[in-house]
C-alpha cells in the first residue's frame, strides 16, 4: 500500500478545483469553466480508483489512515481512514461528481463557475464525513456539506427555491445541535476526540440512550426517516437536477452512515434498547410512505418519496442485527446512489425540453424519444426493485434478513416491493406510454450523445450491481461481521 495520502487527495483536489473556479469569476468563458470543473472531477474520481484495487478484503480494521494534529491542545486531529462500511460511499461519491459535471454542461447558463465549484466543494466535504476519524472532524465535515447544497438550490433551483433552501438548512442543522453536545460529551467522558476511542469506552445504559437519542435527531433527518422527512420533496422539487442527483445518490447517505459509525458501535446497548423504536419508523416509511408516492402528479416528488421508503430498508437492515440485513443495507445504500440518481437524470432530461415535471403534460415520449425510453425503463424496473438490477439484491437480503429476526416484520417489508412497482410502473405508463399527449412532447429530441452516455454508464453500474455484486459484497462482508460482534457485546460499566 503507497504512502501517497489517497483520502487527503480525494478531500482536497475537487475543494481546490472548486477555490479555483470561484476565482475565476463570473465573467470567465463559460467552456472554460466547464473544463476545470471536468478535470476536477475526473481527477478527484481517479485518486479513489486505488481504495478499490489496494482494500485489504480480510480485515476489519480502518486502511488507507492518515493522522496530523490539528488542535493539539484539545487533542483534536486531522485523522482519516476508511474501511468496509466507508469505502464505497467515497468511491460512489467521486463517481456521482463526475456525473454531475457532465449533466450541467448545457442546461446551466447562468454563473456556471459558481454552479461547477458548489459541486466540487460539496465533493470533497461529503468524502471527507465518509473519512474522518475524528469526532469533531466528522461534525465539521457534516455541517459544511449544508452549505454548497443550500446555495446550489437557493440560486439555481425553482421558483420556490428560497423556501426549500431555508427549510432544507433549518431541519438538518437544527438536528445537529444534539449531536454537537454528545460529541463534547463523549470527548469530557474519555479525554479524546478519536472516534474508535469511543466505541470502545463503557458506558451506563441511561448515558447510552441520550447519546443515541442525540445522534437520532441530526441522522434521522438527513436519512430522512420519517417523520422528519418533510424536507426532501420539497427540496427535491425546487433543486436543479445536479442538486437532486446529488442530494439523492450521496447526502441521503450521511445519516445512514452515522448510525453505522455513531449510532450503533457507540451506544450498542440502547440501539438493541431502542430496536423496536427504529424498526417501527422503519416500516411506516417503507410502507406508508410507499403510499404516499402512489398518488404523487410531480414526478421529481414521486421519486422523493420513493427515496424515503427506500431508506427505511437501510434503517431497517440497521435494527434487525444480523449479517443479511445489513448486508441488504449498505447494498441499499450504494445502490439507491446509482438508481435514484438516474432517475432524476431521467426527468431531468424531460425537463430541459418540455419545462415541466407533471406526469400529466407527458405521454407518449417513446414515439419521439425511443433511446431515453428504454433507458428510463431500466431505471424505473430498478426503482421497483426488479431481479438482475442492483435494486432488488439490497432489498432481497433486507426482506431475507427481516424474515430471520420475524416473520411478520419481513412480510410487512415484502409488500413494499408491491408499492415499489405500482408507482415505478405509473409513472412510467403515463410518461411513457399512449398517444403523445401535447405539442411539446411532439417536439422531442432523442437522447445527446453526452445524455445517452451518461445514462449508459449509470445503467452499467446498475447492472453491474444487480448481476454481480460480489465486488461490494467481499468488501463490506468483514466490517459488518465486526460490527455484529461489537455490537453483540454490551458496553455497560
Given at each position: 500500500m503507497s504512502s501517497f495520502p489517497i483520502l487527503s487527495a480525494a478531500i482536497w483536489i475537487p475543494i481546490l478545483f472548486g477555490l479555483v473556479l470561484l476565482a475565476?469569476?463570473?465573467?470567465?468563458?463559460?467552456?472554460?469553466v466547464r473544463g476545470v470543473a471536468l478535470l476536477g472531477a475526473v481527477?478527484?474520481?481517479?485518486?479513489?480508483?486505488?481504495?478499490?484495487?489496494?482494500?485489504?478484503?480480510?480485515?476489519?480494521?480502518?486502511?488507507?489512515?492518515?493522522?496530523?494534529?490539528?488542535?493539539?491542545?484539545?487533542?483534536?486531529?486531522?485523522?482519516?481512514?476508511?474501511d468496509g462500511l466507508s469505502v464505497w460511499l467515497v468511491l460512489l461519491t467521486a463517481f456521482i461528481t463526475?456525473?454531475?459535471?457532465?449533466?450541467?454542461?448545457?442546461?446551466?447558463?447562468?454563473?456556471?463557475?459558481?454552479?461547477?465549484?458548489?459541486?466540487?466543494?460539496?465533493?470533497?466535504?461529503?468524502?471527507?464525513?465518509?473519512?474522518a476519524l475524528d469526532g469533531l472532524l466528522f461534525y465539521v465535515f457534516f455541517e459544511a456539506t449544508l452549505i454548497p447544497m443550500y446555495v446550489i438550490i437557493g440560486v439555481w433551483g425553482g421558483p420556490n427555491r428560497v423556501?426549500?433552501?431555508?427549510?432544507?438548512?433549518?431541519?438538518?442543522?437544527?438536528?445537529?445541535?444534539?449531536?454537537?453536545?454528545?460529541?463534547?460529551?463523549?470527548?469530557?467522558?474519555?479525554?479524546?476526540?478519536?472516534?474508535?476511542?469511543?466505541?470502545?469506552?463503557?458506558?451506563?445504559?441511561?448515558?447510552?440512550?441520550?447519546?443515541?437519542?442525540?445522534?437520532?435527531?441530526?441522522f434521522a433527518v438527513k436519512v430522512p426517516m420519517w417523520p422528519v422527512h418533510t424536507w426532501l420533496p420539497d427540496a427535491h422539487v425546487e433543486a436543479p437536477t445536479g442538486g437532486s442527483v446529488v442530494l439523492a445518490a450521496i447526502m441521503l447517505k450521511l445519516g445512514c452512515y452515522g448510525f453505522l459509525r455513531f449510532s450503533l458501535p457507540i451506544a450498542p446497548d440502547a440501539s438493541?434498547?431502542?430496536?423496536?423504536?427504529?424498526?417501527?419508523?422503519?416500516?411506516?416509511?417503507?410502507?406508508?410512505?410507499?403510499?404516499?408516492?402512489?398518488?404523487?402528479?410531480?414526478?421529481?416528488?414521486?421519486?422523493?418519496?420513493?427515496?424515503?421508503?427506500?431508506?427505511?430498508?437501510?434503517?431497517?437492515?440497521?435494527?434487525?442485527?444480523?449479517?443479511?440485513?445489513?448486508?441488504?443495507?449498505?447494498?441499499?445504500?450504494?445502490?439507491?446512489?446509482?438508481?435514484?440518481?438516474?432517475?432524476?437524470?431521467?426527468?431531468?432530461?424531460?425537463?430541459?425540453r418540455v419545462h415541466s415535471r407533471n406526469i400529466a403534460d407527458y405521454g407518449g415520449v417513446v414515439n419521439t424519444m425511443p433511446k431515453f425510453a428504454a433507458l428510463f425503463m431500466l431505471f424505473s424496473m430498478a426503482n421497483a426493485g426488479l431481479p438482475a438490477t442492483s435494486g432488488f439484491i439490497g432489498e432481497f437480503l433486507?426482506?431475507?434478513?427481516?424474515?430471520?429476526?420475524?416473520?411478520?416484520i419481513g412480510l410487512i417489508t415484502a409488500s413494499a416491493l408491491i408499492w415499489?412497482?405500482?408507482?415505478?410502473?405509473?409513472?412510467?405508463?403515463?410518461?411513457?406510454?399512449?398517444?403523445?399527449?401535447?405539442?411539446?412532447?411532439?417536439?422531442?429530441?432523442d437522447?445527446?450523445?453526452?445524455?445517452?452516455w451518461i445514462l449508459v454508464a449509470m445503467a452499467v453500474m446498475v447492472l453491474g450491481m444487480g448481476v454481480y455484486p460480489r465486488p461490494v459484497t467481499d468488501m463490506t462482508d468483514v466490517s459488518i461481521g465486526a460490527l455484529l460482534e461489537h455490537v453483540s457485546v454490551s458496553k455497560i460499566k
Open positions: 475565476m469569476g463570473k465573467d470567465s468563458q463559460a467552456s472554460s481527477l478527484g474520481f481517479l485518486v479513489t480508483l486505488p481504495l478499490f484495487f489496494d482494500f485489504d478484503r480480510s480485515t476489519a480494521a480502518m486502511q488507507f489512515v492518515e493522522m496530523r494534529p490539528w488542535i493539539p491542545a484539545l487533542a483534536v486531529n486531522y485523522h482519516l481512514g476508511v463526475v456525473i454531475t459535471v457532465i449533466a450541467g454542461w448545457v442546461s446551466i447558463t447562468e454563473r456556471v463557475a459558481q454552479y461547477m465549484a458548489s459541486f466540487l466543494i460539496l465533493s470533497g466535504l461529503m468524502i471527507g464525513v465518509f473519512c423556501y426549500a433552501a431555508f427549510k432544507f438548512f433549518l431541519y438538518t442543522l437544527a438536528g445537529s445541535l444534539l449531536t454537537l453536545v454528545a460529541i463534547i460529551w463523549l470527548y469530557i467522558e474519555s479525554g479524546s476526540f478519536a472516534i474508535l476511542d469511543w466505541h470502545r469506552l463503557p458506558l451506563p445504559l441511561d448515558a447510552q440512550i441520550l447519546l443515541f437519542v442525540g445522534f437520532l435527531l441530526a438493541h434498547e431502542l430496536a423496536g423504536f427504529m424498526i417501527v419508523l422503519s416500516l411506516v416509511a417503507v410502507v406508508y410512505i410507499g403510499l404516499v408516492a402512489l398518488i404523487q402528479p410531480d414526478m421529481k416528488k414521486l421519486v422523493a418519496y420513493s427515496s424515503v421508503a427506500h431508506m427505511g430498508f437501510v434503517t431497517l437492515g440497521f435494527f434487525i442485527f444480523n449479517q443479511i440485513g445489513m448486508q441488504g443495507a449498505l447494498m441499499q445504500m450504494i445502490s439507491h446512489g446509482f438508481v435514484s440518481g438516474a432517475m432524476f437524470l431521467c426527468i431531468g432530461v424531460m425537463y430541459d433486507v426482506i431475507l434478513g427481516a424474515v430471520q429476526y420475524n416473520f411478520w415499489g412497482a405500482g408507482y415505478s410502473l405509473w409513472m412510467y405508463k403515463r410518461v411513457i406510454f399512449g398517444p403523445i399527449a401535447n405539442e411539446n412532447v411532439a417536439k422531442m429530441q437522447l445527446s450523445s453526452r445524455e445517452f
